[in-house]
Protein backbone atom coordinates (compact mmCIF):
# COMPACT_ATOMS: atom_id res chain seq x y z
CA UNK A 1 0.00 0.00 0.00
CA UNK A 2 1.53 3.57 -0.81
CA UNK A 3 0.44 6.53 1.59
CA UNK A 4 0.77 9.61 0.18
CA UNK A 5 2.56 12.14 2.77
CA UNK A 6 2.40 15.43 0.77
CA UNK A 7 1.10 18.94 0.84
CA UNK A 8 -0.91 20.12 -2.68
CA UNK A 9 0.20 22.63 -4.50
CA UNK A 10 -2.44 25.10 -4.55
CA UNK A 11 -2.42 29.20 -4.51
CA UNK A 12 -3.71 28.97 -0.82
CA UNK A 13 -0.76 27.19 0.43
CA UNK A 14 1.05 29.05 2.99
CA UNK A 15 4.92 30.03 2.07
CA UNK A 16 7.74 30.32 4.66
CA UNK A 17 7.71 34.43 4.95
CA UNK A 18 9.93 36.14 2.58
CA UNK A 19 9.78 32.77 0.18
CA UNK A 20 7.87 33.26 -3.23
CA UNK A 21 4.43 32.58 -3.07
CA UNK A 22 3.15 29.93 -5.59
CA UNK A 23 1.15 30.46 -8.85
CA UNK A 24 -0.49 28.30 -11.24
CA UNK A 25 -2.23 29.86 -14.25
CA UNK A 26 -3.52 28.28 -17.85
CA UNK A 27 -1.21 29.98 -20.32
CA UNK A 28 -3.75 27.79 -22.62
CA UNK A 29 -7.37 26.40 -22.12
CA UNK A 30 -8.70 23.71 -24.29
CA UNK A 31 -12.13 25.19 -24.33
CA UNK A 32 -10.45 28.38 -26.25
CA UNK A 33 -7.02 27.74 -27.78
CA UNK A 34 -7.94 23.38 -28.43
CA UNK A 35 -5.37 22.63 -25.87
CA UNK A 36 -4.57 22.94 -22.02
CA UNK A 37 -1.13 24.59 -20.83
CA UNK A 38 -0.38 25.55 -18.06
CA UNK A 39 2.63 27.35 -15.83
CA UNK A 40 3.43 27.28 -12.09
CA UNK A 41 5.79 30.18 -10.49
CA UNK A 42 6.96 29.40 -6.80
CA UNK A 43 10.25 28.66 -5.08
CA UNK A 44 11.86 25.70 -4.68
CA UNK A 45 11.09 25.20 -0.97
CA UNK A 46 7.12 25.51 -1.66
CA UNK A 47 4.93 22.38 -0.14
CA UNK A 48 6.46 19.33 0.74
CA UNK A 49 10.29 19.70 -0.37
CA UNK A 50 13.85 18.27 -0.16
CA UNK A 51 16.82 20.67 0.93
CA UNK A 52 20.36 19.61 -1.04
CA UNK A 53 23.23 21.06 1.26
CA UNK A 54 23.59 24.16 -1.51
CA UNK A 55 20.71 25.22 0.50
CA UNK A 56 23.15 26.74 3.76
CA UNK A 57 26.60 25.13 2.65
CA UNK A 58 28.65 27.25 0.45
CA UNK A 59 30.21 24.77 -2.64
CA UNK A 60 27.49 22.30 -0.90
CA UNK A 61 26.11 19.21 -2.85
CA UNK A 62 23.11 20.41 -5.34
CA UNK A 63 20.26 17.98 -6.77
CA UNK A 64 22.52 16.77 -9.55
CA UNK A 65 24.88 15.40 -7.29
CA UNK A 66 22.93 12.60 -5.58
CA UNK A 67 22.30 9.60 -7.06
CA UNK A 68 18.33 8.37 -7.32
CA UNK A 69 19.15 6.21 -5.19
CA UNK A 70 19.77 8.74 -2.79
CA UNK A 71 16.55 9.60 -2.40
CA UNK A 72 14.41 6.46 -1.32
CA UNK A 73 15.52 4.02 1.15
CA UNK A 74 14.19 2.58 4.62
CA UNK A 75 12.34 4.76 7.05
CA UNK A 76 11.55 4.87 10.33
CA UNK A 77 7.98 7.31 11.53
CA UNK A 78 8.83 8.73 15.07
CA UNK A 79 6.07 9.42 17.29
CA UNK A 80 7.15 12.86 18.15
CA UNK A 81 3.78 14.46 19.01
CA UNK A 82 4.19 15.08 22.59
CA UNK A 83 6.79 17.54 21.61
CA UNK A 84 5.59 21.73 22.34
CA UNK A 85 9.11 22.98 20.96
CA UNK A 86 12.21 21.08 20.22
CA UNK A 87 12.36 17.24 19.25
CA UNK A 88 15.69 16.00 21.36
CA UNK A 89 17.89 13.18 21.52
CA UNK A 90 15.81 11.40 23.87
CA UNK A 91 12.90 11.15 21.44
CA UNK A 92 15.39 9.90 18.86
CA UNK A 93 16.52 7.33 20.81
CA UNK A 94 13.10 5.42 20.80
CA UNK A 95 14.74 3.86 17.53
CA UNK A 96 18.27 2.89 18.62
CA UNK A 97 17.57 -0.52 18.39
CA UNK A 98 16.24 -0.08 14.53
CA UNK A 99 18.00 2.60 12.39
CA UNK A 100 20.87 1.28 10.63
CA UNK A 101 23.29 3.25 8.66
CA UNK A 102 21.46 4.52 5.49
CA UNK A 103 17.81 4.80 6.95
CA UNK A 104 15.88 7.55 7.01
CA UNK A 105 14.41 9.27 10.20
CA UNK A 106 10.92 10.90 9.49
CA UNK A 107 9.45 13.10 13.06
CA UNK A 108 5.91 13.26 13.21
CA UNK A 109 4.66 15.97 15.64
CA UNK A 110 2.00 18.58 16.27
CA UNK A 111 2.93 20.38 12.96
CA UNK A 112 0.91 17.87 10.48
CA UNK A 113 -2.50 19.25 12.32
CA UNK A 114 -1.67 22.82 11.64
CA UNK A 115 -3.84 24.60 8.54
CA UNK A 116 -1.70 24.62 5.70
CA UNK A 117 -3.05 28.07 4.57
CA UNK A 118 -1.54 29.65 7.63
CA UNK A 119 2.36 30.06 8.35
CA UNK A 120 3.17 29.13 12.05
CA UNK A 121 5.94 30.70 13.58
CA UNK A 122 5.95 28.51 16.36
CA UNK A 123 6.07 24.97 14.78
CA UNK A 124 8.14 21.98 15.94
CA UNK A 125 11.69 21.76 14.92
CA UNK A 126 14.73 19.59 15.72
CA UNK A 127 17.52 20.37 18.25
CA UNK A 128 21.15 20.80 17.07
CA UNK A 129 22.22 17.59 19.25
CA UNK A 130 19.21 16.01 18.15
CA UNK A 131 20.73 16.28 14.48
CA UNK A 132 24.34 15.89 15.49
CA UNK A 133 22.89 12.46 16.85
CA UNK A 134 21.34 11.55 13.55
CA UNK A 135 24.97 11.91 11.85
CA UNK A 136 26.28 9.81 14.59
CA UNK A 137 23.43 7.48 13.38
CA UNK A 138 24.68 7.31 9.67
CA UNK A 139 21.40 8.43 8.32
CA UNK A 140 21.09 8.87 4.64
CA UNK A 141 17.81 11.29 5.27
CA UNK A 142 15.56 12.71 7.51
CA UNK A 143 12.16 14.23 7.11
CA UNK A 144 9.92 17.04 9.14
CA UNK A 145 6.20 17.60 9.20
CA UNK A 146 7.33 21.46 9.82
CA UNK A 147 8.33 24.40 7.80
CA UNK A 148 11.77 24.10 8.31
CA UNK A 149 14.19 21.83 10.88
CA UNK A 150 15.26 24.69 12.62
CA UNK A 151 13.40 27.12 14.57
CA UNK A 152 11.60 30.31 13.02
CA UNK A 153 14.90 32.79 12.18
CA UNK A 154 16.93 30.57 14.04
CA UNK A 155 20.17 33.11 12.43
CA UNK A 156 22.65 30.79 12.12
CA UNK A 157 20.57 27.46 11.35
CA UNK A 158 22.48 25.19 13.47
CA UNK A 159 20.43 22.09 12.71
CA UNK A 160 20.29 22.64 8.67
CA UNK A 161 24.26 22.80 9.30
CA UNK A 162 24.44 20.00 11.59
CA UNK A 163 23.23 17.85 8.96
CA UNK A 164 24.20 19.73 5.89
CA UNK A 165 27.80 19.36 5.95
CA UNK A 166 27.61 15.80 6.44
CA UNK A 167 25.61 15.54 3.23
CA UNK A 168 22.31 14.37 4.89
CA UNK A 169 18.94 15.47 2.73
CA UNK A 170 16.73 17.21 4.36
CA UNK A 171 12.13 16.97 3.82
CA UNK A 172 9.87 19.50 5.15
CA UNK A 173 6.57 19.94 5.26
CA UNK A 174 5.75 16.33 5.26
CA UNK A 175 2.23 15.30 5.88
CA UNK A 176 2.18 12.65 8.67
CA UNK A 177 -1.35 12.83 10.85
CA UNK A 178 -2.52 9.73 9.20
CA UNK A 179 0.79 7.76 9.50
CA UNK A 180 1.38 5.59 11.88
CA UNK A 181 5.03 5.39 13.56
CA UNK A 182 6.79 2.92 12.49
CA UNK A 183 9.38 1.32 9.59
CA UNK A 184 8.51 2.11 6.15
CA UNK A 185 9.90 2.42 2.37
CA UNK A 186 10.15 6.27 1.69
CA UNK A 187 10.08 7.80 -1.72
CA UNK A 188 10.91 11.43 -2.14
CA UNK A 189 12.40 12.55 -6.09
CA UNK A 190 13.02 15.82 -6.43
CA UNK A 191 12.69 17.07 -9.90
CA UNK A 192 15.73 16.93 -12.39
CA UNK A 193 16.48 20.44 -12.05
CA UNK A 194 20.06 21.62 -12.65
CA UNK A 195 21.95 23.81 -10.17
CA UNK A 196 18.82 23.64 -7.81
CA UNK A 197 19.48 23.39 -3.95
CA UNK A 198 16.43 22.19 -3.42
CA UNK A 199 12.45 20.79 -5.25
CA UNK A 200 8.94 19.88 -4.43
CA UNK A 201 8.66 16.63 -4.44
CA UNK A 202 5.54 14.06 -4.29
CA UNK A 203 6.57 12.10 -0.97
CA UNK A 204 5.23 8.24 -0.48
CA UNK A 205 5.57 5.85 1.87
CA UNK A 206 5.31 2.10 1.14
CA UNK A 207 3.91 -0.10 3.78
Not at 38 to 64: M, N, W, Y
Not at 84 to 108: I, M, Y
Not at 133 to 149: C, R, Y
Amino acid sequence: MLMDISKTLTPSLATYPGDPRYVFEHVKHVVKDGVTVSRIDCGLHTGTHLDTPAHFVSGGKEIQDFPVSAFTGRAHVVDCTSVDRFVEVSQLKTQDSKLKAGDFVLLKTKNSWQDPAKFNEAFISLSPEAAAWLVKQGVKAMGTDGPSIDRFHSGTHPTHLALMKHDVLIYENLVLKDVAPGTYTFYGFPLKIEHGEASPVRAVLQV
